[in-house]
């Protein structure tokens, strides 16, 4: 079983558009959108869902009225400003509210219960290149890796029972905790760059941090035709590091097109879709798959 992330610098590089395209060339595979915070993979997909389950993380406080006293004194001690005064006494602001639990365990009158924080959902569906593992994260709830995590271990426990022999991820942007997370166990990870100063900084974040767990970095440069420059300086970058340059892709409005029928761009006969495929082929060819 081989486990492939498609990762990048930044949001917006075109990192779900080419997971798509892998998911719908790929075989006897298992897709995971480890993009929690804003998952779209599924707007592509438009997966049919066969098992939704409660995401918990991290705790929450909440105030019983039929015991508090209104001393004040959760107000007083708590730091993060998440206990107000309302007319109907006071209330935790559960958005404030970081769960320490010091405004519990100091209450005298022990008006104050503490529990698990409910954050979101993730499902296990079933999507027309297969099955897919996603979530979706209520709004203001944050991602410190735990879900991508979850996630990560549904789809590989999924592929042993159905004997998948690849496990493809759509990964987190940046090089924050999610990140770490969707890289962890994987074989290979798939940067997606884009040709600017900025892009070619990003690149040199995930390529260090790739180096850093000693996971092999193949790129894709995406938009290549709107800065040669950049896109030849990053390409000089991949060889005298040691990864590997799967191709580059122009500019097309074809995506946007593609994108609101919610296809993938293999799809159709196109020339962007038939350069992803020659890009899954060359991918094939990498050493992981020995």
């Known amino acids: 079983m081989r486990e492939i992330v498609i990762i990048s610098g930044k949001g ?47 705790l929450s406080a909440h105030i019983m009225p039929e015991t508090c006293v209104g001393c004040g004194r959760c107000a ?19 958005l404030r509210c970081e769960g320490c639990g010091v405004c ?21 569906s079933e999507s027309r290149f297969g099955p897919l593992v996603h979530a979706q994260l209520f709004p203001g709830q944050e991602n410190s890796g735990r879900l991508v995590s979850l996630l ?21 942007p940046g090089v924050g905790c999610p990140v770490i997370a969707s890289l962890s166990g994987a074989q290979l990870a798939v940067g997606v760059v884009e040709p600017t100063p900025s892009g070619r900084h990003d690149f040199g974040r995930i390529a260090d941090l790739c180096r850093h767990f000693r996971i092999p970095l193949a790129v894709i440069i995406n938009k290549a035709d709107l800065n040669a420059a950049e896109s030849d300086a990053i390409a000089a970058q991949c060889a005298a590091d040691g990864h590997t ?41 990498m050493r992981i798959w020995a």
């Open 12 to 58: 917006g590089t075109g990192k779900t558009t080419i997971s798509a395209a892998f998911a719908h060339l790929a075989e006897n595979k298992i897709i995971c959108d480890l993009d929690v915070d804003a998952p779209d993979l599924h707007i592509l997909l438009e997966p049919r869902i066969r098992r939704t389950e409660k995401f918990l993380s991290g």
């Open 76 to 94: 007083e001690l708590c730091a993060f400003g998440a206990v107000r005064d309302t007319a109907d006494g006071y209330a935790i602001d559960p």
């Open 104 to 124: 519990a365990a100091l209450c005298p009158q022990q008006a104050i219960a503490t529990g698990e924080n409910y954050c979101g959902d993730w499902y296990e």
């Open 152 to 172: 990560k271990a549904e789809a590989r426990r999924l592929a042993r029972e159905q004997g998948r022999d690849v496990i493809l991820c759509d990964g987190s």
């Open 245 to 285: 340059l799967l191709g580059r892709l122009p500019f097309d409005p074809l995506v946007t097109q593609v994108m609101v029928r919610r296809q993938a761009l293999t799809e159709s006969d196109n020339p962007l879709g038939n350069r992803l495929r020659d890009m899954w082929s060359a991918l094939q060819d």
